[in-house]
């Protein structure tokens, strides 16, 4: 097999998810550049060991589970490398909370994208997959490794604590 036909059929087979990977990463990361680089790290790991990948059921399961595990990994490494400087300004800037800032926080869409981020990495990404990307539960499955019960189980606690998060958001200001 050539390299042109070895890279027709990797296209074929990857560039289809890459809406999906993108966004996914974009929703960990909150950053496009970020996310863009993750893509094309986990394209290139995906191009690299592309032979192997006749052996996975499913490449896109294996690209989502490369992309979140990617993304996780970034975000410690980012996580780590914070100064305490870093720390303090941030502390200092939602301490001051601005009139604009109060009427952006009570902006329902910038809310509730800010509740999702809030919750534990688990319960983001099935949420992510089933209510943005529309995978079926057996897609789930299959990308995450979790039964049907546990993803649903997942996605009723992800819901409910995004209502109530919500509800006290938007009953009390933004002092949830």
Request: hydrophobic share 35%; with cysteine; charged share 25%.
């Amino acid at each position: 097999m050539s390299l042109n036909m070895d890279l027709q059929a990797f296209n074929k087979r990857i560039l289809p998810v890459q809406g999906r990977l993108f966004r996914l990463a974009q929703m960990f990361l909150r950053n496009r550049e970020e996310a863009e680089d993750a893509i094309q790290d986990v394209f290139l790991r995906l191009w690299t060991n592309r032979q192997q990948l006749e052996s996975y059921q499913s490449v896109e399961a294996l690209a989502v589970q490369m992309t979140k595990n990617l993304c996780l990994d970034r975000l410690k490494s980012h996580h780590k490398q914070k100064t305490s400087h870093e720390t303090d300004m941030i502390a200092l800037q939602a301490a001051d909370v601005s009139p604009y800032r109060q009427v952006e926080n009570s902006d329902s869409a910038g809310l509730m994208h800010r509740l999702i981020g809030e919750l534990p990495e688990q319960q983001k990404l099935v949420l992510h997959l089933r209510d943005v990307e529309e995978y079926t539960l057996e897609e789930i499955e299959e990308v995450t490794g979790l039964s049907n019960a546990n993803i649903r189980t997942i996605l009723s606690r992800a819901r409910q604590k995004l209502r109530e998060n919500y509800l006290k958001a938007e009953n009390y200001g933004t002092g949830y």
